[in-house]
């Protein structure tokens, strides 16, 4: 029985389709299951194509499909739905082919990928040579045609590669070539060796069928391909035809595929910079080590923030209905909650308020006031290191870590310990706990065999857990008990907004050597954006989560846009005048609706100014999440708050201070919330105005 398979972009662009339209294509996938050989598919070679496995299909009067018939096996792959003339050019000088060192399918035209270069030639875009100067051999000069073929190179584009003179040749080219290929050129071209860069950007190849020629797509169905899905029986294509199915529930990178199915004997690390897809492998993750839980076992997905939590529960449901049951979806503070008070603590935790008058009676006694340093040094000690360490006794803080602070010798340390155990005194007497203590009583819970442990555990946003958190984290995962697929841990060292001070998982008994990967590869951010954003952080060492620094080598999205708009104002109705102007400039070109745009921070003067222009806004708020489509208006919140969505428009109203660690790493997460337009809004000083 013949297959289909739909393109990635065919479910993009149904819903534009005329109804009459739809509903012939939804025909046409059924007929190709009941018998691909029947005549009222109207299925027809085309003649003025460059390859030959073209064929057209007719779903209304003057709109037709492109389907790329096979040479061997039985699956079809239905590729264009366009007017007649316009699918017919769409497809002229295209070819489809099976890899068949990668195995995946690649569209390429080779005139195309050539006339990028030819268009790039001498006195163009950059100078020519002169006889005496010696030009240097570009990276890529060093492959042999086998070896850039197994880079994913098409055979008929090797010439092609073989032109490449520099960087920029190389860059226009790209755009030409299957995106696999593109992925792992690009990490050679930055230094990796071949191989590195086939295993960073696509994974070991090892266990993928290869094609037997370029037509045989016998094999497509039954491995991970980045834009094309297999049509599962007419309920499954009416699913995946739905005006709100998101593509990250239907389309995986090979890698993130390997990864979400990734079988280990201890836990495991999975990070990459923001737009990577760290989170949907972790919730595919989820979804698949769910189905193979019994009825008694339960999978456990925990992240920092309330907000992304909320997010992903959401997303859960859309994902792994049928497994929904066993998974469960909580923050770390809620978690910590749930375990003390299956262990009857009713206390609570100290508000603002409560820690500011223990604080205060604290330090007027002679235990403090007599100390060499000040009151803010004492609290920031306890709050950054005693607390987040769950150091519990004075031997622990004498030999304890305090990386990024002030050094303190054995005495000091002494004298301040006394300052801590009253505050902690002075809390136990109220019935109170900082979240931190509340995390380490419920440790002890744990530890205590006072609650029972999942069977798997994944964990989001890990970058921002402290020692204690990530002690929990071990506490409550199997990995003990030597059970298989305990732990995995998904993180990035550029979004560490909450904990400053970077944690080794090892320090956590987390020991993930030998099961840790990098995912590098951005999908949801442009490549100009991303370098922004990168940029903001530049000099600033960016850890791995485990200690070393992270390499961002290679790393690349996937497709270009706008270059960032950057803007200077001197004053709130400046910025206000400039942000209403582009978000006039971005939905009334009907480039964007307004839900796809957000601001951030909040600015009182901005929102009045675009309510005033008949613009609707909505606030994002905490432990909610964002409606969506469902409700029109301009999204605005803090920069933490926006953490873990995405826009198509992401304008940053106050760069903030650049020599602030925090705010460069708050202007990274909001940045890297922008699909396609960023417009960043500066105040002039007093200098500049």
């Given at each position: 029985m013949a297959k289909m398979m739909l393109h990635r972009d065919v479910l993009k662009?149904?819903?534009?389709?005329?109804?009459?339209?739809?509903?012939?294509?939804?025909?046409?996938?059924?007929?190709?299951?009941?018998?691909?050989t029947q005549a009222s598919i109207h299925l027809e070679p085309l003649n003025a194509v460059k390859d030959s496995k073209v064929r057209s299909a007719r779903v209304g009067a003057d709109y037709r499909a492109i389907v790329i018939a096979p040479e061997k096996g039985d699956t079809f792959l239905l590729m264009h739905i366009d007017h007649h003339d316009e699918a017919y050019q769409w497809c002229r000088n295209k070819r489809f082919e099976a890899h068949r060192a990668l195995g995946t399918l690649q569209v390429f035209d080779v005139e195309e990928a050539e006339r990028s270069l030819h268009s790039s030639e001498l006195g163009e875009t950059e100078e020519a040579p002169s006889e005496s100067m010696a030009v240097p051999e570009h990276a890529l000069q060093v492959l042999s045609d086998e070896e850039l073929f197994q880079a994913g190179v098409p055979e008929a584009l090797i010439p092609a590669v073989r032109a490449v003179r520099n960087d920029g040749d190389f860059e226009r080219l790209a755009e030409y070539l299957p995106p696999e290929a593109a992925q792992v050129l690009y990490g050679v071209a930055s230094g990796m060796s071949l191989d590195e860069a086939i295993n960073e950007m696509l994974g070991a190849l090892d266990e993928i069928e290869k094609p037997t020629g370029p037509g045989d797509f016998s094999h497509l169905a039954d491995i991970t391909n980045i834009d094309l899905v297999l049509v599962q029986g007419e309920e499954h294509l009416r699913e995946i035809l739905s005006e709100d199915i998101e593509e990250w529930r239907v389309f995986l990178h090979p890698y993130q595929r390997k990864l979400v199915e990734w079988h280990t004997r201890g836990p495991m690390k999975i990070f990459g910079a923001a737009g990577t897809g760290k989170t949907v492998a972790l919730m595919h993750r989820a979804a698949w080590l769910a189905q193979h839980c019994s009825d008694d076992e339960k999978?456990?997905?925990?992240?920092?923030?309330?907000?992304?939590?909320?997010?992903?529960?959401?997303?859960?449901?859309?994902?792994?209905?049928?497994?929904?049951?066993?998974?469960?979806?909580?923050?770390?503070?809620?978690?910590?909650?749930?375990?003390?008070?299956?262990?009857?603590?009713?206390?609570?935790?100290?508000?603002?308020?409560?820690?500011?008058?223990?604080?205060?009676?604290?330090?007027?006694?002679?235990?403090?006031?007599?100390?060499?340093?000040?009151?803010?040094?004492?609290?920031?000690?306890?709050?950054?290191?005693?607390?987040?360490?769950?150091?519990?006794?004075?031997?622990?803080?004498?030999?304890?870590?305090?990386?990024?602070?002030?050094?303190?010798?054995?005495?000091?340390?002494?004298?301040?310990?006394?300052?801590?155990?009253?505050?902690?005194?002075?809390?136990?007497?109220?019935?109170?706990?900082?979240?931190?203590?509340?995390?380490?009583?419920?440790?002890?819970?744990?530890?205590?065999?006072?609650?029972?442990?999942?069977?798997?555990?994944?964990?989001?946003?890990?970058?921002?857990?402290?020692?204690?958190?990530?002690?929990?984290?071990?506490?409550?995962?199997?990995?003990?008990?030597?059970?298989?697929?305990?732990?995995?841990?998904?993180?990035?060292?550029h979004q560490r907004i909450y904990n400053s001070m970077p944690v080794p998982l090892g320090r956590a008994g987390i020991d993930i050597r030998g099961r840790s990967r990098r995912l590098k590869i951005n999908y949801r951010t442009s490549e100009e954006i991303r370098d922004w954003a990168h940029a903001a952080l530049e000099g600033v060492d960016v850890d791995d989560l485990d200690g070393e620094q992270a390499m961002t080598q290679g790393d690349r999205s996937i497709f270009h846009g706008p270059e960032p708009q950057l803007v200077t104002c001197s004053s709130d109705d400046e910025v206000a005048s400039a942000i209403v102007s582009w978000v006039k400039g971005l939905t009334e070109s009907g480039q964007l609706k307004t839900h796809?745009?957000?601001?951030?921070?909040?600015?009182?003067?901005?929102?009045?100014?675009?309510?005033?222009?008949?613009?609707?806004?909505?606030?994002?708020?905490?432990?909610?999440?964002?409606?969506?489509?469902?409700?029109?208006?301009?999204?605005?919140?803090?920069?933490?708050?926006?953490?873990?969505?995405?826009?198509?428009?992401?304008?940053?109203?106050?760069?903030?201070?650049?020599d602030s660690l925090l705010d460069r790493f708050e202007n990274y997460v909001a940045a890297t919330r922008a699909r396609q337009q960023l417009l960043v809004v500066s105040r002039a000083t007093i200098e500049q105005q």
């Open positions: 662009n149904f819903g534009k389709l005329p109804a009459k339209v739809q509903k012939k294509v939804v025909e046409l996938t059924q007929k190709f299951e009941e018998d691909s999978v456990l997905i925990t992240t920092f923030t309330t907000n992304l939590s909320v997010t992903i529960k959401g997303l859960m449901g859309k994902l792994a209905p049928g497994v929904i049951d066993r998974i469960e979806v909580t923050n770390l503070h809620q978690l910590a909650r749930t375990i003390c008070a299956r262990a009857q603590w009713q206390g609570k935790i100290a508000e603002r308020e409560d820690l500011k008058v223990i604080w205060q009676k604290v330090l007027a006694m002679p235990a403090a006031s007599e100390l060499d340093f000040s009151g803010e040094f004492v609290r920031d000690e306890f709050e950054q290191i005693i607390d987040p360490m769950g150091i519990s006794s004075e031997d622990e803080y004498l030999t304890v870590v305090r990386s990024g602070r002030k050094p303190l010798r054995r005495k000091q340390r002494k004298a301040l310990w006394k300052v801590f155990v009253e505050v902690r005194r002075q809390l136990s007497g109220r019935n109170l706990l900082t979240f931190d203590g509340l995390i380490h009583q419920a440790r002890e819970v744990l530890e205590r065999g006072e609650f029972p442990r999942y069977r798997h555990v994944l964990v989001d946003e890990i970058q921002d857990f402290s020692l204690e958190a990530l002690r929990l984290v071990a506490s409550i995962s199997p990995i003990a008990e030597g059970l298989d697929n305990p732990l995995c841990v998904v993180g990035d060292g796809e745009i957000c601001l951030t921070p909040a600015n009182s003067r901005v929102i009045s100014a675009l309510q005033s222009n008949g613009f609707a806004t909505v606030e994002l708020k905490a432990r909610q999440a964002d409606p969506g489509q469902e409700e029109s208006g301009v999204r605005f919140g803090s920069k933490k708050r926006i953490k873990g969505l995405e826009f198509k428009a992401v304008a940053i109203l106050d760069a903030g201070n650049r």
